[in-house]
């Protein structure tokens, strides 16, 4: 059970062009999206700390994702 809809992310498929989806592709896709988020939220929560803030900012998100890719290449 994931906390992301799957009909919103069956869309976000079928805008990146797939003409059909099945509803376990939609699933599995909201469980990496939702996966991934987590790892970066986390990330970011831990620099707005460091930063002495409370407030998790949209610095902290882009940065928490530049560090994520890359310690992934």
């Not at 988020?37 to 994702?65: C, F, Q, W």
């Amino acid at each position: 059970m994931t906390i992301l809809p799957v009909a919103p992310v069956g869309r976000v498929i079928r805008e990146a062009g797939a003409e059909r989806i099945s509803e376990s592709a939609s699933a599995e896709l909201a469980r990496i999206l939702e996966e991934y988020g987590m790892k970066i939220s986390n990330e970011a929560i831990a620099l707005a700390r460091h930063a002495g803030r409370k407030t998790v900012k949209e610095e902290d998100i882009k940065m928490a994702v530049d560090i994520a890719r890359k310690t992934r290449d």
